[in-house]
């Protein structure tokens, strides 16, 4: 379906398709599925691990769950309704399930950014100012940080939406499997994209802004830690802001993969592994490089394992008895 007119006409898109044959579809279904529940199960057990153990009721793990929150959202805005079409044979999206898409993933990947920006700061504080660090990273302080995030991610979603969805779309095919920022803008009939590039150079802008705090922030707690004697200190210190630097190095460098290289007319098929590289690839592996690595916990984990046998044990050794009977 083309179309000339405005985009009140559009009432659906048309997502990207990997393949037209069945049997690929299949399998990828099968692959992104996979993908799928290894991000849900890998942020889940971060959340109960966290939850159910008051031992990690510190700001760094109040952070970590946020994080594993965002991973989730992020991550169920693309896959799902991938899985849904590819399983039905199909390729549409409704206009205002295309609305939705657009706003949830920029919310989520911005409050996301902004979340590593605060951890960040926790690093530099628990790091470079530890004798002060419960009276700065209290409670309080930490609720306002992460509201701040969350609500920096719903100005951003709110904004970079309503720029995209002014415009007026010649066309209602998207090259890509979910409805993604750059795609659409190639569909529009009209000058008014600028409105949304005008909002991405801004956001551009203050995200440089972000990393720039966060590599001032890391060189000065690289420097801390070089200068402690205690070689244990030193090790906790750089498994502690090590992961955190990967996490925010492969959340950056990917989203410049596939917001720059499709600008530059590159294949369709490079812009689709790009925004999987994105959309996909951190929030499946920050569970992986930040939290189940964690040797704390893991031992929350294992407890929660354990406090799940025995708690079946008794029943267990009722109905063994009742059978001896």
């Known amino acids: 379906m083309n179309v000339s007119d405005n985009a009140s006409v559009i009432t659906y898109f048309l997502l990207l398709e990997f393949s037209e044959v069945r049997d690929l579809k299949i399998i990828h279904f099968f692959v992104f599925l996979t993908l799928y529940l290894l991000t849900m199960?890998?942020?889940?057990?971060?959340?109960?691990?966290?939850?159910?153990?008051?031992?990690?009721?510190?700001p760094m793990y109040f952070f970590l769950i946020n994080l594993a929150i965002l991973?989730?959202?992020?991550?169920?805005?693309?896959?799902?309704?991938?899985?849904?079409?590819?399983?039905?044979?199909?390729?549409?999206?409704?206009?205002?399930?295309c609305v939705a898409q657009v706003f949830f993933l920029i919310f989520f990947l911005a409050s996301d950014f902004a979340l590593l920006t605060v951890m960040a700061h926790d690093r530099y504080v628990a790091i470079c100012n530890p004798l002060h660090y419960e009276t700065i990273m209290n409670k309080a302080s930490c609720k306002q940080m992460v509201a701040s995030a969350w609500i920096s991610g719903l100005l951003y979603g709110a904004m970079h939406t309503g720029s995209t969805f002014a415009i007026s779309f010649c066309s209602n095919i998207v090259d890509q499997y979910f409805c993604e920022i750059p795609q659409l803008l190639k569909l529009s009939c009209t000058n008014l994209y600028l409105i949304e590039i005008s909002v991405t150079v801004l956001s551009?802008?203050?995200?440089?802004?972000?990393?720039?705090f966060i590599i001032i922030t890391y060189v000065q707690v690289f420097s801390t830690v070089l200068k402690m004697r205690s070689v244990?200190?030193?090790?906790?210190?750089f498994s502690t802001s090590l992961p955190h630097l990967i996490v925010i190095s492969m959340f950056v460098f990917t989203g410049l993969f596939a917001y720059i290289l499709p600008a530059s007319n590159s294949p369709s098929d490079h812009g689709v592994i790009f925004a999987g590289m994105y959309s996909v690839v951190p929030p499946m592996m920050n569970?992986?490089?930040?939290?189940?690595?964690?040797?704390?916990?893991?031992?929350?984990?294992?407890?929660?394992?354990?406090?799940?046998?025995?708690?079946?044990?008794?029943?267990?050794?009722?109905?063994?008895?009742?059978?001896?009977?």
């Open 41 to 58: 199960t890998g942020n889940l057990l971060t959340i109960f691990a966290i939850v159910f153990d008051h031992h990690l009721h510190s």
């Open 71 to 97: 991973d989730l959202g992020s991550v169920s805005v693309t896959i799902p309704k991938y899985l849904v079409n590819s399983l039905l044979n199909t390729r549409w999206i409704s206009y205002s399930g």
């Open 232 to 237: 244990q200190g030193r090790k906790k210190a």
């Open 204 to 212: 551009v802008g203050i995200a440089s802004c972000c990393l720039i």
């Open 287 to 325: 569970p992986f490089i930040y939290s189940l690595r964690n040797k704390e916990i893991k031992v929350a984990l294992w407890k929660m394992l354990n406090m799940k046998i025995s708690s079946k044990k008794p029943l267990f050794e009722i109905n063994k008895i009742r059978c001896m009977m």
